[in-house]
């Protein structure tokens, strides 16, 4: 039998990939034998980025891109396209954090830019996904969620409300766009150290609360996400869709 999780001739496009979970995952598309396309905000991270997830042998392209900015994601999608020719997979990854804000004092400007990035986002990356795919009749589309969209999340609302917004987004791509061949699920990680996470997790008094809560006894790493980035950009995951994945150490499940 052939090997499923084979992507060689396969092209990826990792939004958010020049760093934590995104860049894991961008690498591991890589090693798996996928030409690889990274969207980030800042340049040098992109370059030393490239040059990690090149160094497995197969085409990077990095493109500075904030999706936040409509015009920007368009723009940047099609040359994704006109570099490889094609895409298969588009990971959107890109996100912001919630910045730890009280509820009462949170600004209407906070709270529209995590929808801008979070959501927004997502929405235009696989508008333009979609548009791509539909017509080659096959494709999948992942999207970072977060267990937030499943608790109480004190100090991030707005954060919380895109994270489980994005997977109602996914279960109507996925109901939309199957006849087309196009597949659409959510991956959802618990604690993971990043930077963006690391001013919360390096706290004592937050890893005295949180690590008794995960059966598997550590936080995760953005290496943990290597599988699944793989297993969803695959033949294996041919019948998988309209689902949301959580990866957290078991941390929902005590």
Request: hydrophobic share 45%; charged share 20%.
């Amino acid at each position: 039998m052939d090997n499923l999780f084979d992507l060689t001739g396969k092209v990826a496009l990792v939004t958010g990939g020049n760093n934590g979970i995104g860049l894991a995952m961008a690498s591991a598309l890589g090693q798996a034998g996928a030409d690889v396309a990274i969207w980030g905000r800042t340049e040098s991270r992109n370059s030393d980025a490239a040059d990690v997830i090149g160094s497995h042998g197969g085409e990077v392209l990095a493109l500075a891109v904030d999706v936040s900015n409509e015009a920007e994601v368009v723009d940047a999608f099609a040359a994704t396209v006109d570099a490889f020719g094609h895409v298969d997979s588009v990971f959107a990854n890109a996100g912001v954090g919630s910045g730890m804000t009280r509820f009462e004092d949170m600004t209407t400007q906070e709270w529209r830019y995590v929808f801008a990035v979070n959501m927004e986002g997502v929405f235009w990356t696989f508008r333009e996904s979609v548009k791509h795919m539909k017509p080659r009749h096959g494709g999948s589309l992942v999207v970072t969620s977060s267990v937030s969209a499943d608790l109480g999340f004190p100090r991030g609302q707005h954060y919380a409300a895109t994270k489980a917004g994005v997977r109602s987004v996914i279960q109507g791509i996925a109901v939309e766009y199957g006849k087309y061949g196009i597949r659409a699920n959510a991956i959802a990680p618990g604690y993971v150290e990043t930077g963006m996470t690391e001013p919360v997790i390096d706290s004592e008094a937050f890893r005295a609360k949180v690590l008794p809560r995960i059966p598997l006894g550590r936080f995760g790493v953005p290496g943990d996400f290597d599988g699944i980035a793989v297993y969803l950009a695959s033949d294996a995951s041919r019948w998988h869709t309209g689902d949301t994945i959580t990866i957290d150490g078991g941390f929902l499940a005590k």
